[in-house]
Structures are given as structure tokens and as C-alpha cells.
Nanobody, 117 residues
């Protein structure tokens, strides 16, 4: 069974940091581009970041550029999202997804990130 499992979410104060992880199983992780997408309360899915195969390229939404860093470890079948300088508007459920710069494709169950003082 193809599966993505996110972890690392939580409650953090504005300006704080979190590192999300996504463990992939059931498919050959290294041959796929991977992304993070998020969904804020009352809003639709929003693409956040993509990393290509072999980490050759990374892409970010304007809203997170300069604050978030996507990375992957193909030996561990794991995708990461380092989030710094968090803002209240970053509050959302974060999903890792098997896609390239979209919100479609295989997705995990998500991990909640809440930025609040």
C-alpha cells in the first residue's frame, strides 16, 4: 500500500520554528518529485513547496519563500519541511504530497501546525 505519514506539527509562538517530516512507504520514493501543501481553516488546499528528484531543484510559494526549506533523504524515504520565522497565517494542516507544484496526487493524513501566542 502506498502511504505518506506526516509528523512534527504542534503549537508554536510567532517567530518560532518547526520541522515537519513525512515518511513514505509502498512505492519507490526516489523517483518522484515531492511537495508540501497546506490547508488553513475555511480555505482550500494551497501548494507550499516542491523538491524534485535527487534534490536538483526546489520551489516555494511566495508566502513562504525565505522562511521554509524543503529537503529529502531518499535513503530514508523521508521528506522534510523546515519552517522558520513562523507567522499566524502559517496555521494550517500540512500534508506531504506526491506531485510537482500542485495540490493533487497521493497525500498523507496531515499534521496540524498552529502558530499562536
Amino acid at each position: 500500500e502506498e502511504q505518506l505519514v506526516e509528523s512534527g506539527g504542534g503549537l508554536v509562538q510567532p517567530g518560532g520554528s518547526l520541522r515537519l517530516s513525512c515518511a513514505a512507504s509502498g512505492f519507490t520514493f526516489g523517483i518522484y518529485h515531492m511537495s508540501w501543501v497546506r490547508q488553513s481553516p475555511g480555505k482550500g488546499l494551497e501548494w507550499v513547496s516542491t523538491i524534485t528528484t535527487r534534490s536538483w531543484s526546489t520551489y516555494y510559494a511566495d508566502a513562504v519563500k525565505g522562511r521554509f526549506t524543503i529537503s529529502r533523504d531518499d535513503a530514508k524515504n523521508t521528506l522534510y519541511l523546515e519552517m522558520n520565522s513562523l507567522k499566524t497565517e502559517d496555521t494550517a494542516v500540512y500534508y506531504c504530497a506526491r506531485n510537482y507544484k500542485t495540490t493533487s496526487g497521493l497525500r498523507g493524513q496531515g499534521t496540524q501546525v498552529t502558530v499562536s501566542s
